[in-house]
């Protein structure tokens, strides 16, 4: 029953432990679906089920029937022409980054957007190269076909033979990883297996992308400058290649640098304009687009190329070149490169697609979102591309440009297949040291991002330390070994933070049902002879030692070391008894001797296991009170402990260790003649440890209740049926109800309602 007065409330029921409950009210027969039953309609076939699968494949056919021409189209011809215009750019400037020509990059700004048209599931992200997959392609590129002969590896070698170019073999070894990738990105979201990206968090993620930003800076500084860097891809190669940049900082083209210090401070000014008044302007200024015209027609005008010997894109190929296979040689060589790139690729992917599905209130499916984008790397990988993902700069143009659908992608995809087709040769005056400033103009935001690590570090110092060490892994090992070191550490502060939990002691606070960490507050009541601990975190193999001795310190003795002490001191209280030198008295015991001379070794001489058995004083014609004075000067440790609850809400589970090492706990507490309380576990919980024969004769069910309330309840009840004058048949019939003292204490009252309690 419960009465609310104002804004309290009164609540009036019987005292419940998990047995009582359970037998008053009666649990639903519940049957769990088998792996068979799992099996069986997996593989089922309907009409309804054949209509949702086909529609979930093809998500384009769900919504296209329902675009509202009027009002849509030509917000996404706007946001297309835009998104194509930055695409183009964008896809010439982040192919220096796989270190292949810069005409492929359009290959991989157009393919992947035709295939995600019909296949994803975002309305908003703009599919096509990112910079930090870029670099990760590019990282393992040079590895695989490097540009020294002294350390060409097989493949470049046999490619060298079949009178390849380093330029085909880098796009063939950019093409098969990209292939390699989607087949992995399909197969993921085949298997319906999209939540490995969990185990990527923000922190990680935004640590991850910082680190790529300062190798995409550093893999950059090559073009603005135009020295001649060798490739580097071992751990500390960010290291090697600065030194070799600095070792010929002499070289440097003047007219490159000039112009890539022009172009990045133009592009920082107006895009720091376009994020200060973007309420104001109707789009973005196309800056990227105005400074390549311009950039194109100085360079063209002036002939930068002769007269300033600058590095120019030169030769763009017309149209579309014919498909290729991978090569399978490669495909053993970075199927562990690729996996990263897959996982990366989708992890930022469908990370900016959940915030504008939140945006827009729409549905993405993370499964259906690797389908995409491993069938669009799988195309883009067949015509000469390189793998893609989602650009945020880019995603934000076709966003903020009143892009409504995927139809402003397929617009932006014709805009780059023009230029492939048609206007690209107009380009090949454009220096590549411009490009190198358009790809690090759009790096702003990642750069931003060590303001992360202050804003961290107040809030959660885990995380910080996430993002500080992923940081750190990127850039010392690299994006490959680093993301893999940063996932392991991840996950380690897991086990960390479940290894080491913040246990804590409990006490009622405002004489209610209310319990709290009693170091917190001051007005705390804890019922004398009861402990109340609780423990935040699941208890397994690697914390149950952790957590008993947490214990320990909390109730201030070992349970072991008191049962020890009993059974050696029952010993000896034996061996006096039989020997006639002990009596007992009203007033205690009275002992003939001084002392005994057995030892504790003689004592204890190949009986030690006899220690840890319960105490049993059946066969003497007295009792024993541990907490009273024994004889001959026997010493027991005293305690003033009764009751023990465990306050298990928090643990959602224990393995088969911790399940053996809590049993022995829970003994050790019984032996002592400590009643121990287990409070807060859901039914779940009891089921398995049922299942795993934890209860016996010593450890039964009836030690769980279903609050730490009704525990405690139920302890001042039992003690008062202890201490009570009333006989048996007097104290059945006597009902009981507990309310607060003033002073902080429970009371007992005699009332006519049935035992329960009112707070």
């Not at 005292?15 to 009582?20: D, L």
């Not at 409504?404 to 492939?420: H, M, N, P, Y």
């Not at 504790?600 to 058995?613: F, G, M, P, V």
Request: proline share 4%; with cysteine.
């Amino acid at each position: 029953m419960i009465e609310p007065i104002g804004n309290q409330y009164i609540v009036a029921r019987p005292v419940y432990s998990k047995n009582t409950f359970g037998e008053e009210y009666k649990k639903k027969d519940r049957s769990h679906k088998t792996f068979l039953d799992h099996l069986k309609e997996c593989f089922s076939c309907s009409s309804k089920k054949a209509k949702r699968i086909a529609l979930s494949l093809f998500p384009v056919a769900s919504w296209l029937p329902a675009y509202q021409i009027k009002e849509w189209l030509l917000s996404d011809i706007v946001s297309g022409i835009s998104t194509g215009l930055v695409a183009v750019l964008q896809g010439l400037a982040f192919a220096l980054l796989v270190s292949i020509p810069p005409g492929y990059g359009l290959y991989a700004a157009f393919f992947p957007v035709i295939v995600y048209f019909f296949l994803g599931t975002s309305k908003h992200i703009s599919v096509g190269p990112f910079p930090v997959l870029s670099m990760m392609v590019g990282a393992v590129v040079v590895r695989i076909a490097p540009d020294t002969s002294e350390s060409a590896t097989d493949f470049s070698n046999s490619s060298a033979s079949n009178g390849t170019t380093l330029d085909e073999q880098r796009v063939m070894v950019a093409a098969t990883i990209t292939v390699l990738s989607g087949i992995l990105q399909l197969i993921l979201g085949v298997l319906r297996i999209g939540f490995v990206v969990i185990y990527l968090s923000d922190a990680l993620i935004s640590g991850f992308t910082t680190a790529a930003a300062i190798h995409v800076l550093v893999s950059q500084l090559k073009f603005i400058l135009q020295l001649t860097v060798p490739a580097h891809t071992d751990p500390f190669s960010i290291f090697k290649v600065l030194h070799s940049v600095f070792s010929q900082i002499e070289k440097t083209n003047i007219a490159d640098l000039v112009t890539a210090l022009i172009i990045l401070f133009v592009v920082f000014v107006v895009k720091e304009i376009n994020q200060r008044y973007k309420a104001k302007l109707p789009v973005p200024i196309p800056i990227e687009l105005i400074m390549t015209v311009i950039a194109t027609g100085v360079s063209y005008g002036f002939d930068f190329k002769n007269r300033f010997n600058v590095a120019v894109i030169g030769k763009m190929q017309k149209g579309f070149q014919s498909p290729i296979a991978p090569d399978m040689e490669v495909f053993q060589n970075t199927i562990g490169d690729s996996f990263a790139i897959a996982i990366v690729g989708f992890a930022v992917a469908f990370s900016v697609a959940s915030v504008y599905s939140l945006k827009y209130d729409y549905p993405v499916d993370g499964n259906q979102e690797l389908i995409a984008f491993g069938l669009s790397n799988i195309v883009c990988g067949f015509f000469r591309g390189f793998a893609s993902s989602t650009a945020l700069s880019r995603s934000g143009v076709q966003e903020s440009t009143g892009g409504k659908t995927q139809i402003a992608g397929i617009l932006s995809a014709i805009i780059v297949l023009i230029v492939i087709v048609a206007i690209g040769f107009l380009l090949e005056p454009l220096q590549k040291s411009v490009l190198s400033a358009l790809a690090l103009g759009n790096l702003k935001g990642m750069l931003m991002q060590f303001a992360e690590i202050g804003r961290l570090w107040r809030k959660d110092k885990y995380d910080c330390l996430i993002w500080v060490v992923t940081f750190i892994c990127a850039i010392v090992l690299g994006l490959g070994l680093g993301l893999a070191a940063s996932v392991a550490f991840q996950l380690l502060t897991i086990v960390f933070r479940t290894q080491f939990p913040k246990c804590s002691t409990l006490a009622n606070v405002g004489r209610s049902n209310i319990y709290k960490n009693k170091k917190d507050y001051y007005d705390m009541y804890e019922p004398e002879g009861v402990k109340i601990f609780r423990c935040p975190s699941p208890i397994y193999f690697a914390n149950i030692n952790f957590f008993k001795q947490k214990l320990i310190n909390a109730i201030g003795f070992s349970p072991l070391r008191i049962l020890h002490k009993r059974n050696k001191a029952l010993k000896k209280i034996r061996k006096l008894q039989k020997k006639g030198l002990l009596q007992v008295t009203p007033k205690g015991f009275i002992c003939t001797v001084d002392g005994l001379k057995d030892s504790d070794e003689e004592l204890d001489n190949n009986q030690i296991e006899e220690l840890d058995q319960p105490i049993n004083t059946s066969d003497l014609p007295f009792q024993i009170d541990w907490n009273d004075d024994l004889p001959v000067n026997i010493v027991v440790p005293k305690i003033n402990l009764h009751s023990l609850i465990l306050d298990f809400s928090a643990v959602s589970f224990l393995d088969i260790s911790s399940m053996r090492g809590l049993k022995k706990i829970l003994q050790e507490f019984i032996r002592i003649q400590v009643d121990v309380y287990i409070v807060g576990t859901d039914d779940d919980f009891i089921e398995k440890l049922t299942r795993c024969q934890f209860f016996d004769d010593e450890v039964t069910d009836s030690i769980f209740f279903l609050t730490i309330h009704d525990a405690v309840l139920h302890i001042l009840m039992k003690k008062d049926y202890g201490t009570s004058k009333f006989n048996h048949s007097q104290e059945k019939e006597m009902k009981h109800d507990f309310t607060i003292n003033t002073n902080g204490g429970l009371r007992n009252r005699e009332c006519q309602v049935p035992v329960e309690t009112k707070f």
